[in-house]
Every structure is written in C-alpha cells, then in structure tokens.
C-alpha cells in the first residue's frame, strides 16, 4: 500500500489524497459496468460527470495557488497537461488505427480518420454532435466515441486559466463571477434537454458548469478553510449517497444531463468537501484496490471503449463472458500503459524535451489520421467490395435541402393521371430507385410519391419517445389525409416490422395508456389498428398494398466476423446463409394472415432471400452483399434483384 500512495505522491506537487483516487474508482468502475453491463448499473455513465466535477476541483486548486502566489505561468499549465493528457492518449489512437486497419473496410477505415483528427484536435464532442441523426451508426461502432468527454474538459482548459488571472487580477468577487458563468452553462445545460438533446450530450457550453462545481470549492478550500472542518462525514455519506442513487436512478431514458446530473455533481462536491480524514474517505477510498484503480482511471478510461467497440464491431452480439474478458484486457493494458507510457512522461525531469516529443507524435496521429481520411493509407481489406451506399441516397441527390432524419415527400414521376402513394420509412426508401426505374421506363404505370421518413412507424396510435422521431407523426397524418386523393388509387404501405415489434423503442397509445408494442397486449392492439387502416382504405375504393419487412440480423451485415477476420480479405463467400430469428418468421406470418384479411395484396422480400425452413442469403451466387447492414438491402442488389416490389406500381 506505501508503495502505491508513494508512486501516487511522486506524481502530485502538492499534498497527495488517496481518497481522491479513490473517487476516479468510483467514476472509471461506474463508466466501464455501464458500457460493458449496462442493466447492471444503468447510470454508470454519470462516472464522466464525477471526472468533470474532480478535474475542476484539482486544476482549478492549481491555477488558483499559482495566481495568488504570483508565479502562474500559462507556458508550465500547458507543459503540465501535455505531460499528463498525451501520452497514454497517444498509444491508445495508434491502437485504434491499428485495429482499425486490420477489422475495417475502406470507408469505414476513412470515416475513422476523421474521429482520429477530431480526437487528437479534442474537438471529438463537435464531430459526434455534428454526426447525430437518422444517418449516424450505432455508438457501439465509434472506436472514440468516449473522447467527447477528454475534448470537453480541454476546451475548457483554453479558457479557464485567463479567465481566473483575470478574476484575481482585476479583484472581482470569484464566487460572484463563477455563480453567472456557472449558472448560464446550466440554464443553457436545461435548455438543450428539452430541445437538442444531443447538443445537450456534446455541448461544452452545457457542460462547463460541471467544471466550475469542482472550481468554486477549490476556492472556498484555499481561502475559507477552516468553515469546512465541521459535519465532515455527514457530507461525505451524503455525497455516496447521491452518487449511489445516480447510478441506479439515472437510464439512457431520463433528461440527461439536465437536471438529473446534480445528483452526480453534487455527490462528488460533497465527498470531496469532506476531506481525506472523513470515516468513508480514510475506510473505503483510500485503500489499496481504490487507490491503484484511481491511478490508472486515465487509461482504464481511454482502453475500455475502443476495446468493446472492436468486439462489437469484429465479433457482434457480445455475450457477457467476452465484454469481461475484454474487461480483463483493459485492465492489463491500463496498468502497463500506467508503468511505461504515461508515469515516464509526468515525472519530472527533461519536461521541455518531453513536451516537445509528445508534440511531435501527436502531430503525427493528425497527419495519419488526414491519410486515412484522404484514402492514401487502405486498410488491410480495401479489396474487399462492402456495400458503401445508403438506402436513402437516391433520394438525398434528387431532394433540395434534404432533411437530416430522412422524413418528407419524394416525388418519382408525380405528374402522371395516377400516382401510387407509398407511406413507411427506409425500408421503403430501399426500393426508390427501383421503383424510380421501373415507373420511368413505362410510361403507362403510375407514378409514385413516397412520404416517409427514417424510423417513421405508418401505423396510427403508435409513437416513439425519441425526440429524432417527431417529425413523423405530423407525417403520418399528412400521408393518409393525402391517401383520400382520387390520384392516389393506390396505397403502399410499408415498414420495418421487425424493428417496431420485437424492440422496446415503439408504444401504442390509447385513452392515455401505453403499451409496449414488445408486449402481447401492445402488438395486438397496434396490429388491429392496422387493419382497421387497411380496410378503411379499401372500402374508400383504394387498392392497397402491404409491404413485408425483409429479414433482419447482425449476421446478415457485411461486415461481420467472418469477412473481417478473413486471411486476404478479397471477397465475400458466395451463397452465406444464416438462419433468423424465429420471432421474426412468427411475425412474418401474422402480419401476412392480417395483410390478406383486411383486404390488401402483398409483397413480401422475404420469400426473394429465404427459403420457407428460415435460412436467409447474405450474398448472392457471385458472393455480391444482399445487405448494406443488419437490416437493410444493400441498395445495389435491391435496385437489379428486387423485382418483387415493382408489383407496387402495376399498371
């Protein structure tokens, strides 16, 4: 234990408190369960605000003993967090342009690049803000997604420093000034809670009140105190108390930040408040495991999510004995990253030579990150041919002002006497430019409009509570009121069935009940209310159309585990097979039985990919990708192979 608090105390220029690492435990523990177990621990994500909240605190307590004592220099702030942030940031990036090359594909590898720029210029935060949208892939997949939170408090350090040797400087009252700023960044922090929740998420001007938390009692320590002796182990039992209830209180479904993270925020101001002699403090967090886990939270941080986002991305679905196995690996690799990277650089000793070196290297990652982005550096399998079209992009060329969630009216050969209506979402828009081809190369069809929209469910009642989605129930509405058209002789309606039914993400609403449309009681009534859609447009005289869903699966996606980690990576194997979901072949069927007995004709991808026994084609005969994704055609193949869809538009 006395040689872990000495390596700790060589590392701090002031006085050392393990019960601060202790702390970075709890904050980098909660993160990683969260990430690797989310039911687990469903609020662990707040262990990044725990980290805001301990940054402000420390640095602020540095700067502000350097200003008073006259010898602040902004030169030695910048050496010192060089020193501390680069390294261990740099071996991590080159980690993940490594496995990079070796699992991604060409523009997947590209797209990387640009993660890798925005990680090594901490601006990561603005390029997943700027990403966020129908369009953006899964989290899982973004090697540095956790790099918004290490570019956050950076951008904070541009200004922090000359804004306090403005403050002591010019004698302004520091608790006064921090009190406007502060309560701006979280007025701003509520604001995009109910209107941006991603700016919420990625914006550093509604964060930095996090920050300042840890800031205002650095000062109150440095200059009052002794007020702070009293009451010391109320406050730190309060403050595990809040971060506790944080952990189990807060989901991925609350108003995050928002309110809610003055329950993280403020159980960390507590626990430091209560200084390092405190029963829980000198008892819990400051012993061995606590401390040794706190020194290497930095890179336990940086390791854990590159390390899931490669599992996710090579091997799928990770099972829980792989995510702590992965676990196990970040650990070791946060330890000797600890020992050889970062604890060399941070002693003192050769600063400026130091500095100057991690410079170098960091300018380096920059430069291999422009590469990639450049396409002059290919990955390992940049011979393999993996689908790099999107479903909605012959829509996106042909539409003015395209919207970011994919939902509108897209007109394809709308002046003709009939225009088949097509109401759904992008496993409508798959088929565009097919049906695009075949209603332009005959004359004598109808033409079509398609309102849809990007995760748009075309069943009445039935709502999402993601804010992405809310542009489409106005939708919705727009597209059966112009389903009473005399053009419109023809109604498509189409969905991603699979999806809506077999998440938890979608609800039927009804007398001001919900039911989950996971749930038996939920599908049943959503499934009438479709019916019931269908028949009223067939006694108004509509032909209609039911569109099937296609089958879905991670397995079906070509860029799974088995093209991945193929020796040459020149190709698919011809004629890959998989077997689905048994749940979505039930739901296939129910939902054909109630598409006919309501009256409408049916079209159904399914019967073009699979046999009638389930097992479902990844690739074709010449080892071309049926799929863009997990659920997805791959708009390529549907455009010369989807022949089933042209029945839509039948003369």
Request: hydrophobic share 45%; with cysteine.
């Given at each position: 234990m006395m040689g872990l608090r000495q390596i700790a105390s060589s590392l701090h220029s002031g006085t050392y408190r393990p019960d601060i690492d202790g702390i970075r435990a709890i904050a980098v523990v909660s993160v990683i369960i969260s990430h690797g177990f989310p039911t687990l621990l469903p609020g662990g994500f707040v262990g990044v605000d725990i980290f805001f909240v301990l940054s402000g605190y420390l640095i602020s307590s540095i700067l502000i003993k350097s200003i008073q004592a006259g010898n602040f220099s902004i030169l030695h702030f910048y050496d010192r967090r060089v020193r501390r942030i680069f390294p261990a940031l740099i071996a991590t990036l080159l980690a993940v342009i490594l496995a990079g090359w070796t699992f991604l594909?060409?523009?997947?590898?590209?797209?990387?690049?640009?993660?890798?720029?925005?990680?090594?210029?901490?601006?990561e935060n603005f390029?997943?803000?700027?990403?966020?949208?129908?369009?953006?892939?899964?989290?899982?997949?973004?090697?540095?997604?956790?790099?918004?939170?290490?570019?956050?408090?950076e951008q904070f350090y541009i200004f922090w420093?000359?804004?306090?040797?403005?403050?002591?400087?010019?004698?302004?009252?520091?608790?006064?000034?921090?009190?406007?700023?502060?309560?701006?960044?979280?007025?701003?922090?509520?604001?995009?809670?109910?209107?941006?929740?991603t700016a919420a998420y990625y914006s550093p001007l509604g964060r930095f009140w996090e920050l300042m938390i840890g800031a205002a009692l650095a000062h109150v320590e440095l200059n009052f105190g002794t007020k702070w002796k009293g009451h010391a182990n109320v406050r730190s039992l309060a403050g595990v108390a809040l971060i506790v209830i944080s952990l189990f209180a807060i989901t991925e479904e609350s108003r995050f930040p928002g309110w809610w993270a003055l329950l993280p925020t403020f159980g960390t101001l507590l626990l430091l408040s209560s200084g390092p002699n405190a029963w829980f403090n000198q008892r819990v967090l400051s012993t061995g495991p606590m401390v040794w886990c706190g020194l290497i939270s930095y890179p336990l941080y940086l390791w854990h999510w590159p390390l899931l986002s490669y599992g996710h991305i090579v091997i799928g679905s990770l099972s829980p004995t792989k995510t702590l196995g992965l676990v196990v690996v970040?650990?070791?690799?946060?330890?000797a990253t600890f020992a050889f990277v970062e604890r060399p650089f941070r002693q003192r000793g050769d600063g400026a030579f130091k500095v100057v070196a991690l410079c170098c290297a960091m300018l380096c990652v920059l430069a291999v990150g422009v590469l990639m982005i450049a396409r002059v550096v290919p990955p390992r399998l940049s011979l393999v041919d993996a689908p790099n079209r999107h479903e909605w992009d012959f829509l996106k060329v042909?539409?003015?002002?395209?919207?970011?969630?994919?939902?509108?009216?897209?007109?394809?050969?709308?002046?003709?006497?009939?225009?088949?209506l097509f109401i759904g979402d992008s496993h409508v828009a798959q088929y565009a430019e097919r049906i695009h081809r075949t209603i332009s190369s005959d004359p004598l069809r109808p033409g079509a409009i398609l309102a849809i929209g990007g995760g748009c469910i075309p069943i009445d009642g039935v709502f999402s509570d993601q804010i992405i989605r809310g542009q489409c129930w106005a939708l919705r509405d727009q597209a059966y009121d112009m389903a009473r058209d005399a053009r419109h002789s023809t109604v498509v309606i189409g969905g991603s069935w699979n999806w809506y039914f077999l998440s938890k993400e979608f609800?039927?609403?009804?007398?001001?009940?919900?039911?989950?449309?996971?749930?038996?009681?939920?599908?049943?009534?959503?499934?009438?209310?479709?019916?019931?859609?269908?028949?009223?447009?067939?006694?108004?005289?509509?032909?209609?159309v039911f569109v099937l869903d296609n089958p879905a699966d991670n397995a079906l996606s070509p860029t799974g585990l088995a093209v991945r980690l193929g020796a040459n990576g020149t190709g698919f194997e011809p004629g890959r097979t998989i077997r689905i979901d048994p749940r979505q072949v039930?739901?296939?069927?129910?939902?054909?039985?109630?598409?006919?007995?309501?009256?409408?004709?049916?079209?159904?991808?399914?019967?073009?990919?699979?046999?009638?026994?389930?097992?479902?084609?990844?690739?074709?005969?010449?080892?071309?990708?049926?799929?863009?994704?997990?659920?997805?055609f791959n708009p390529d193949w549907a455009l010369e192979n989807a022949s089933f869809i042209d029945a839509a538009t039948a003369r």
């Open positions: 594909f060409r523009p997947e590898f590209a797209n990387l690049g640009w993660h890798v720029v925005s990680s090594a210029l901490f601006s390029m997943l803000w700027s990403e966020a949208g129908y369009f953006d892939v899964s989290s899982k997949l973004k090697p540095t997604l956790h790099l918004w939170s290490l570019a956050i408090e420093p000359l804004i306090l040797v403005y403050i002591y400087k010019k004698k302004i009252n520091f608790m006064a000034a921090l009190y406007v700023m502060a309560a701006a960044s979280f007025a701003l922090n509520l604001w995009y809670v109910s209107n941006d929740p970040t650990f070791v690799l946060a330890t042909r539409t003015p002002n395209f919207d970011r969630n994919a939902v509108g009216i897209y007109p394809l050969e709308a002046g003709r006497s009939k225009v088949a609800y039927y609403k009804d007398a001001g009940k919900t039911y989950p449309l996971l749930s038996a009681e939920g599908r049943k009534a959503a499934l009438d209310r479709l019916a019931a859609r269908i028949e009223t447009l067939v006694r108004d005289g509509k032909r209609v039930e739901l296939h069927d129910e939902m054909l039985q109630l598409a006919m007995r309501a009256g409408a004709e049916v079209v159904d991808p399914f019967l073009a990919v699979c046999t009638a026994e389930g097992l479902c084609r990844m690739t074709d005969a010449g080892g071309r990708p049926i799929y863009k994704d997990a659920g997805h």
